[in-house]
């Protein structure tokens, strides 16, 4: 039998290694799974590389990692945004290693990796400073930048749904980068707001199917990231 | 010689005429996403969004925000009847695959061959930010740059090449100011309007890059 609930957010994050490169879900604060996010903390790995597309804002979620000194680089497109303080001071006290890379082939090196592709040729960022050092190509009298695929060791994902054998929908725009990451992720650790049973989820509606996904962890009236007062706030 | 340059809205509104019936737009944080405001009625375009969603609507009233429908700048948005919703991969293939038709992007600084700089200022102090920039100027089909004519001290921004680090390389096609609106083509920049009472020289001497005049060129009508 194939049953991937677990039953705690402890039980989720168990045994995530120092060094690991962690993917987290989310854009603005649409989508992070603060939940996971707490857990991790609790659970204490060090030294990590957290791959995600801005920098967290205020004090809490991504903020409130990056704040514990556990985490070694950052690679994201838009570190800098309201709110961004903790990633702000972290950096200019060269705290903070920073990986800047455009939103679109920050999703395209994950797919890469998750697709099994030793990378892909793209038009963006050619002919500028964040194609400096990199491969390029002319093809079809266009040139293209040479981008690595993007793995993690572990990818935080905020469902709506799940069921036990890991297939997912998500709320609105809060699915973003999620299905991407779950794919490019050796454990791929998902809290959803709801479990349910094996059919539950229409085939043709699953999102992201099961098989990207390794933990799911039922966390019902999640936080959204951003909120005040957050708990159902979106329902 | 006096003339009027366009506020803020008249460029929108300037712009917002431009945009085609049918068309597949994204839009900039700022200026751009205030032109949308002025597309004609009886023209239906989509908006797509970074985040993974085409259809976008206006802002939502005060009280009906949802956290989970929001724009490429965090701000809450509205899904018309018709939105679609998908995930960021498939969001920035319809940007580089050449399928969103118009991108509207606000500049700092736009060369006469059509470099586009607004991500940086160079400066090594700030920690960076790109976000979907790149994406969108390397890959949308059409780009337009909206920007001030001017820096707020007078400096042209408009330029033979761009002194700021580059978004894109040769990839805007028409350029809308407070002062005009400027084709850029293969023979170089083409005015093809100008703010009410401004003279040809007037504009030429804002502009650091060499400005040919349209034939049929015309005041910007408002």
């Known amino acids: 039998m194939i049953d991937k609930r677990v039953s705690s957010l402890a039980a989720a994050v168990e045994g995530i290694r120092d060094g690991s490169v962690i993917l987290i879900g989310g854009f603005g604060a649409s989508g992070i799974p603060v939940e996971l ?49 903790v990633f702000e001071e972290l950096f200019s006290a060269g705290k903070l290693e920073l990986e800047l890379v455009p939103q679109g082939t920050l999703s395209e090196r994950m797919r890469a990796a998750g697709a099994g592709l030793g990378g892909f040729f793209t038009p963006t960022a050619a002919g500028t400073k964040l194609a400096e050092g990199k491969e390029t190509r002319v093809i079809d009298g266009r040139e293209y930048v040479f981008e690595k695929p993007l793995k993690g060791d572990v990818a935080l994902i905020k469902a709506e749904t799940a069921d036990r054998w890991g297939n997912l929908t998500f709320r609105l725009a809060a699915r973003n980068f999620a299905p991407t990451m779950a794919m490019a992720a050796d454990l791929t650790i998902v809290q959803a707001g709801r479990i349910v049973d094996l059919g539950g989820i229409a085939p043709e509606q699953v999102m992201t199917p099961g098989i990207f996904v390794d933990r799911v962890v039922e966390v019902a009236n999640p936080v959204h990231a951003g909120l005040p007062n957050a708990a159902g706030a979106a329902r | 010689m006096t003339f009027k340059p366009l506020s803020r809205d008249e460029i929108a509104r300037r712009v917002g005429r431009d945009i085609p019936d049918g068309a597949y737009v994204n839009l900039g944080i700022g200026l751009p996403t205030l032109a949308a405001n002025y597309v004609p009625t009886d023209r239906e375009v989509i908006y ?62 736009v060369a006469a061959n059509g470099d ?21 100027g390397a890959g949308a089909a059409s780009v337009w740059a909206l920007m001030e004519h001017t820096t707020k001290t007078g400096e042209p921004k408009i330029l033979e090449r761009c002194t700021y680090p580059l978004t894109a390389a040769g990839v805007v096609d028409r350029i809308y100011t407070n002062l005009a609106v400027i084709d ?32 049929d060129w015309r005041v910007i009508a408002l």
Do not use: Y
């Open chain 2, 116 to 136: 586009l700089a607004n991500w940086s200022t160079g400066d090594e102090k700030l920690p960076p930010a790109v976000g979907g920039a790149m994406d969108l």
């Open chain 1, 37 to 85: 996010i707490d857990a991790l903390i609790d659970q204490g790995a060090k030294e990590l590389t957290v791959v995600t597309n801005n920098a967290g804002a205020g004090h809490t979620d991504v903020a409130k990692l990056l704040a514990t000194g556990r985490v070694r680089k950052i690679v994201c497109s838009f570190p800098r945004s309201a709110g961004s303080v």
């Open chain 2, 184 to 215: 850029v083509t293969a023979d170089g920049l083409i005015v093809r309007e100008m703010a009410p009472g401004l003279g040809f020289d007037e504009l030429q001497a804002r502009t650091g890059a060499k400005l040919t005049l349209a034939n």
């Open chain 2, 48 to 109: 797509h969004s970074e985040n993974g969603i085409l259809g976008m609507g206006p802002a939502p009233k005060k009280g009906e925000e949802d956290p989970d429908i929001i724009n490429a700048g965090k701000q809450p948005v509205t899904l018309l009847p018709g939105a679609a919703i998908f995930h960021h991969t498939d969001a920035f293939a319809m940007i580089r695959g050449g399928h969103i038709d118009l991108a509207l992007l606000g500049a700092m600084q």
